[in-house]
């Protein structure tokens, strides 16, 4: 026998963590996820977004793993050979940074005190014991990937793909070193990604500077900053070539303060005439736009800074060695002493930040290795306007193609000793040797010099990004031509994020069209961000972080996937909230408790059953609306419509099996005609083992435990849930005559009930349904169901009329009136009273809200998700006053 319930709620005897943990143990020691156990099916296949080794699971990867797991069960259950490929990215700075914390809680020891080799191996140590946590937290969210081919982006295999990719890409002349700028962390000692840099707004200051026209005394350039310190390494002053303002002094030179330099006035478009005083100072090293302004101008670049970020030799001599911010106040002061200082503005400002290190980051200028991204792009542009590869929703397509039309050279090294080490040595002229292996480098060497020589190897390491671009066809063995490779790439959809298009997606596209001369899927789809329940972004300052491991333990796995999977509208972000999980814990419940009643009714599936042979029109109703559910679910899944999907299960499962096929089916199961009976319990057990197949992909513990315990009692189960065929409708499923008959009784049953809530007539009271104009179909269902349609309504007689009783209320449904004699029932006057103060109440209150809502004041100050919340406010009270004035209606059209 079923408990009373599943899990974590009082009663429910185990915890969701024990159920679940049994149930996925039952999983892997079938081997269920397993790869390679149906040769002769078509593969199926999606690769992992690698999560950090150091990461913890949050929101998005629940939202992430939880619409690739929908996919890869329906796929599975489906008859796919489908593989879901894990694996884990080694996270080159957040993975070296949490050893490093560790080296100084022991000890106050840096890495460098260490020494590189031996950090490593404390590095590798650290993984082996603790870097595989995030695995075990998919596992508890279900996520069904086939455990035995686990990769890690630095294990020897994509090791070997890594080298080779490096190799392959600076002998074809695609990667080479140059001198550019980068995001520079000052604190780390390192170039980072975009990613990697947090755009953070900042009060500030603007300064305004004089700068003097040389040979031209008394006259000056205005040039506004938000970095004074990087004056220093002005080399030029741009105008705009429209701007008639300084149309004279363009191709003569300013004279930099405090330093002496001659700057180039030079014409560009970068400057804007609106935007102060329409000069801007030029900074080649230390700004990107000037960099790219500097190059079109030919403009010196000057790097005035150290890694640390303080001032270096370049600068005159009293400010060397001074760090960045104590440099600004001595720049600013040394300026306004000598006059030239204009003004100071308040500004408000983004500034870039390190996301690990939190200190601001500089453009710096620096050596660094780089990938001709530009020629890479050009087949994966194509491939997307072919649609060999689609983005979904489709919107995507327009961020992806800007991006890639657009492309800089990618910055690939990076200064860390934790990743793959870039396999460039030196010889003592600083002749370069890329080679797999330091052996084969000092053989090119002694070719090179015509003897044995010291050779260096590259400091730097590869950009966590490089191995990532790398993982579709790494992690099925490439470089090797292996029989996983040829079965499994290309791979069919790729689930992730939007803002790492441009890092994953892009560069996966270029390196797969290049090394495997496919695309390395066929589809991506890009889910939205998960929010808090205000629709404010999660992060740790604002407190407002859902711990989806707490809602986990708190509610069910199953109750998280599912509310994910509901919310899941293609381009609309996801409010997360414990309630919307709780509420979809309920409607676990709710499945539960369907199938201790069909337990207890003895509804047992029978082998030989077939649906379509039933001939109870209820029967035949809900095989009806069992089809279309089936046709919802499947083209939902298919389209990566979720939430649809998830919206037409709820709908079947609460709204028509619970509440109407249940109810509609007791008769019969406590009736005397052991034929119906027999029909109804064998329906009813069909019915319930198809909400299980299609509700697993969603909710895989619940639904695998009842198609377990319900088998247990009953006819054996051949096989786990897990790996049961996905159901194909069968000829003639639907039945339109029954489903429209039903969908009359059931309209007929609501509308009574909406009255009698509108009218206040109590719970209790049983009433009578007067039927006025209706045809002979109509009538004939009436007489047909009379005795469920007066159960349900709660109804002390229903039969036709020709006439209107005094104190009755009417309404319609489809040609025919339903008359109700309420005279007797409620107090009409007293209830007319009542609708009114409830009325006068609502208006009062929408009144309130259109106030606060037709202030400019509060629209301009209020933030976005109280104004949302007003707006829901104004449009529940309005739908309630709707419903009241039709009660009141109603009233007023007694005869």
């Not at 963590?17 to 397993?34: D, H, L, P, V």
């Not at 381009?571 to 909230?577: H, V, Y």
């Not at 004041?857 to 949302?868: C, G, L, N, T, Y």
Request: net charge negative.
């Amino acid at each position: 026998m079923l408990e009373k319930t599943f899990g974590g709620q009082s009663g429910g005897g185990q915890t969701y963590r024990e159920i679940e943990s049994r149930i996925y143990a039952n999983w892997e020691q079938s081997e269920a996820f397993k790869a390679g156990k149906r040769p002769d099916a078509d593969p199926y296949t999606i690769v992992i977004p690698p999560p950090n080794v150091t990461g913890r699971l949050h929101a998005g990867h629940a939202l992430n793993n939880t619409i690739q797991d929908i996919l890869i069960r329906f796929e599975r259950m489906r008859g796919r050979d489908v593989l879901w490929q894990p694996g884990t990215d080694h996270a080159g700075i957040a993975t070296q940074m949490v050893v490093e914390r560790q080296l100084e809680a022991e000890g106050n020891m840096s890495r460098r005190d260490m020494g590189r080799e031996q950090f490593v191996e404390r590095v590798w140590k650290w993984k082996a014991e603790s870097g595989n946590m995030i695995l075990e937290q998919l596992k508890r969210l279900g996520a069904s990937c086939d455990w035995s081919r686990e990769r890690f982006t630095m294990d020897a295999g994509l090791s070997a793909a890594v080298i080779k990719v490096f190799i392959a890409l600076y002998e074809e002349g695609l990667i080479y070193k140059d001198k550019r700028l980068v995001n520079w962390d000052p604190k780390l000692l390192t170039a980072i990604s975009d990613l990697e840099v947090e755009q953070i707004e900042t009060d500030g200051h603007l300064w305004h500077f004089n700068y003097p026209i040389e040979g031209e005394d008394g006259r000056f350039i205005t040039v506004a900053t938000t970095r004074p310190e990087t004056m220093l390494g002005d080399t030029g002053v741009a105008v705009h070539p429209e701007d008639d303002r300084y149309k004279d002094l363009v191709g003569k030179n300013a004279l930099l303060p405090l330093v002496g330099r001659r700057l180039k006035i030079v014409a560009d478009e970068y400057a804007d005439p609106e935007q102060g005083s329409g000069a801007v100072k030029i900074t080649p090293a230390h700004d990107f736009n000037d960099f790219e302004v500097g190059k079109r101008n030919g403009l010196d670049t000057i790097n005035i800074l150290n890694a640390d970020a303080s001032l270096n030799q370049e600068v005159p001599e009293p400010y060397r060695g001074m760090d960045r911010y104590d440099a600004r106040e001595k720049v600013v002061e040394d300026l306004k002493s000598a006059g030239l200082l204009e003004k100071i503005e308040d500004h408000r400002h983004t500034v870039p930040y390190g996301d690990r290190s939190h200190v601001v980051i500089e453009p710096w200028l620096t050596d660094q290795w780089y990938v001709d991204a530009e020629v890479l792009a050009k087949p994966a542009i194509e491939a997307v306007e072919r649609g060999d590869m689609v983005f979904v929703p489709k919107n995507w397509e327009k961020t992806y193609f800007e991006w890639m039309r657009n492309i800089q050279p990618w910055c690939i090294s990076r200064q860390l000793w934790w990743g793959h080490r870039i396999p460039a040595w030196y010889g003592p002229d600083g002749e370069t040797f890329v080679a797999p292996s330091e052996t084969e480098a000092q053989a090119r060497a002694q070719d090179h010099y015509g003897k044995p020589v010291q050779l260096t190897q590259d400091e730097d390491v590869l950009d966590t990004w490089f191995s990532s671009a790398l993982w579709p066809f790494s992690t099925l063995g490439w470089p090797e031509e292996t029989k996983e490779l040829a079965r499994h790439y290309k791979t069919d959809v790729l689930v992730t994020g939007f803002d790492i298009i441009f890092f994953w997606v892009a560069r996966m596209m270029m390196m797969g069209l290049h090394f495997k001369q496919e695309v390395p899927f066929h589809t991506t789809y890009i889910h939205a961000l998960v929010r808090d329940e205000q629709g404010q972004k999660m992060s740790k300052s604002k407190g407002n972080v859902m711990d989806p491991l707490e809602l986990v333990d708190d509610f069910g796995a199953d109750a998280l996937r599912f509310t994910l999977a509901a919310m899941a509208a293609q381009g609309r972000d996801i409010k997360l909230s414990r309630d919307r999980v709780e509420g979809y814990r309920n409607f676990g419940t709710k499945l539960w408790n369907a199938a201790r009643f069909c337990e207890m009714n003895e509804c047992v599936r029978q082998d030989d059953f077939d649906p379509s042979s039933v001939s109870l029109i209820v029967n035949k109703w809900i095989l009806g609306e069992c089809a279309k559910t089936l046709r919802a679910v499947t083209a939902g899944i298919e389209d990566f419509k979720f939430n649809e999907a998830a919206t037409a299960l709820y709908r079947f499962v609460w709204h028509v099996f619970c509440d109407w096929y249940v109810e509609f089916i007791k008769p019969s199961l406590n009736g005397v005609d052991e034929e119906a009976k027999a029909e109804t319990r064998a329906m009813a057990a069909w019915v319930l083992d198809q909400i299980l197949i299609m509700l697993h992909p969603f909710m895989p513990f619940i639904t695998e435990e009842l198609w377990q315990r319900l088998g247990e009692s009953a006819l054996p189960r051949n096989e786990m849930l897990v790996l049961t065929p996905w159901p194909e409708e069968g000829p003639g499923w639907i039945d339109d005559a029954a489903i429209e008959e039903m969908d009359w009784v059931i309209r007929l049953i609501s509308e009574v009930r909406s009255v009698r809530s509108e009218m206040n007539v109590p719970a209790a009271a049983k009433i009578q349904l007067l039927i006025k104009d209706a045809d002979t179909a109509s009538l004939q269902r009436l007489e047909t169901h009379l005795d469920m349609i007066m159960d349900r309504a709660r109804l002390e007689s229903a039969r036709p009329t020709t006439a209107v009783p005094e104190g009755a209320i009417q309404t319609i449904l489809d040609e025919a009136s339903l008359i109700l004699p309420l005279a007797n029932v409620i107090d009409l006057e007293k209830e007319r009273a009542r609708l009114a103060k409830e009325i006068s109440k609502v208006t009062g209150e929408i009144d309130k809200i259109e106030k606060k809502l037709s202030n400019d004041k509060f629209m301009s100050r209020a933030p976005q998700h109280v104004i949302e919340e007003q707006q829901e406010r104004r449009a529940e009270a309005e739908q309630a006053k709707t419903r009241l004035n039709d009660a009141l209606s109603r009233l007023d059209g007694i005869a």
